[in-house]
Every structure is written in C-alpha cells, then in structure tokens.
C-alpha cells in the first residue's frame, strides 16, 4: 500500500508540475506586444504647420480653402479665429483671409465635415484680414522678414533681404539699406540710414503681442514701433518667411 501511495504521489506531482509550467509558458499578450514608443507616436502625428486661406463660417459651416488649393478643408476653429472672424466678416458665410497654425487630419467620419477633403483642427490665429483689405492668398510671404503699418498717419514698412523700404503718405517710396535684426526683450529692433542724397536714420522694433488696426480691424500678432528721424510712430505688423525664429510663439493661441 505504501508503494503503490508513493507511485500515485509522484504521478500526481509530476502532472502538476507539467500543468504548472504550461501555463506559466503562455505568452503574456499585454507585456510582450509592444506598443508605440513616444518617438513613433510623434512620427505618426501630422505635426503643426502655417496655413494662409480663405476662412468662410456660418451655422453648420466652418471651412478654409488654403491658397494654392482647390479643395476646402473642414475647420476646427479656436476662440480668437472665431473672435476674429466675427469681426471682420460683413456677415456670415462671407470670406476672411487669415494666416493660422493648426494640424491638418483625416476628414471626420460623420457630421458636417465628413463632406470634406479633410480637416484642420486650429491652435493659434497668426492674423486675420477682410477679403477688400490686403493682398491675401496673391501676398509672397517668401520675399520679406517683416512689414509693419499704421495709421493717422499712415506709413508702410518692408524689411526684406536687400533692403529696408517705407513708403508715407509724403514720400511714396524711401530705400534703407539691409540691416540684420537685433534681439530684443519680446522681438527684434533694425535700424539703418536710407541710401538717398539726404541720410535719414530708421529703427523699427516689433514685439510680440496682440495688435489690430484701427481703422480697418486687421488682427496681427506683432506691435510696431517706427522711429525715422526722430518721429515715433506705431502700428502692427506680421512676419514672412525669413522672419528670425519664425515658429509658432508668434501665436494668438485660444
């Protein structure tokens, strides 16, 4: 009795011991399958850009026709893009030329946008103008840094990559010679004499910061300070292309 007792106890453990092992073996699904790494999560996000277009909103409506493209795009818009368009639009359904940084995804499955070529989901607001002011989409933002305005009285200003030029309402064109731009507290300072017979000094800041026109309600997010010969005068202004540190800081976000 003993015998066959030891027998049945050494068969008994071995079972187990083989049913133990068994099922410790089983894969772990959930720790061995990796998932995405941060870095490929990045990789599959589509990353933030600079889109100029045409922004037109009403009920159920909210669409941007980026320039250069036919196909518009369903908007996801931020409150200062709303704020802006509210103000500059006649009424609704009516075109806004803005400059946005926002993240262009797949159209939605259902809802008003699923119409749509695809989507742009918006962070900040860069400026906002009407469809009667400016250059819109025929602007070439490659061809200058930064140009600033204002009014009462009015004055114009381009820094672009040979030279500086203003334009007043007394003397239609003045040409300053290239200045590479200073770093300053929020912005960036230049300052350059005009390369006519008679030497004027300019100095043009801009600063980063929320700025309208007043009197035709563009939005920009750059403040202008204009000092030529002495005289001070201030407005907005709005970067190109070959702004110093162009990035997304430069942003009325929310």
């Known amino acids: 009795f003993t015998i066959v007792s030891n027998s049945r106890a050494a068969r008994l453990c071995i079972t187990m011991a083989a049913a133990f092992v068994a099922c410790t073996s089983e894969p772990d699904t959930d720790r061995d399958t990796p998932g995405l790494t941060e870095q490929q999560e990045a990789e599959t996000t589509p990353a933030e850009g600079v889109t100029r277009g045409w922004l037109v909103m009403g009920p159920e409506v909210r669409t941007l026709t980026p320039c250069g493209e036919q196909a518009e795009l369903w ?11 509210d103000g500059l639009a006649p009424e609704a359904y009516a075109p ?16 008003f946008g699923a119409d749509y070529a695809g989507q742009l989901r918006l962070s900040a607001l860069l400026r906002a103008e009407s469809a009667t002011e400016g250059f819109g989409c025929r602007e070439d933002v490659d061809g200058f840094a930064f140009k ?7 004055w114009h200003v381009r820094v672009l990559s040979d030279r500086i030029t203003l334009a007043t309402l007394e003397i239609p064109s003045t040409i300053f010679a290239v200045s590479s731009p200073i770093p300053m507290d929020g912005g960036w300072r230049f300052e350059s004499v005009s390369t006519g017979p008679e030497t004027v000094q300019l100095r043009l800041e801009v600063r980063r910061g929320p700025c309208s026109d007043t009197m035709i309600g563009s939005v920009y997010t750059w403040e ?3 000092d030529v010969g002495g005289e001070v005068r201030r407005g907005c202004a709005w970067e190109g292309a070959l702004a110093p540190g162009r990035d997304g800081s430069n942003s009325i976000t929310g």
Do not use: N
Not at 100 to 111: C, D, I, Q
Not at 148 to 154: D, K, S
């Open 224 to 226: 202008a300070t204009l």
């Open 148 to 154: 600033a305005t204002g009014q009462e009285p009015f």
């Open 75 to 85: 908007v996801i818009p931020v409150e200062s893009v709303q704020r802006a368009y």
């Open 96 to 111: 806004v030329f803005v400059e946005v940084r926002g993240r262009r995804e797949s159209a939605p499955s259902a809802g």
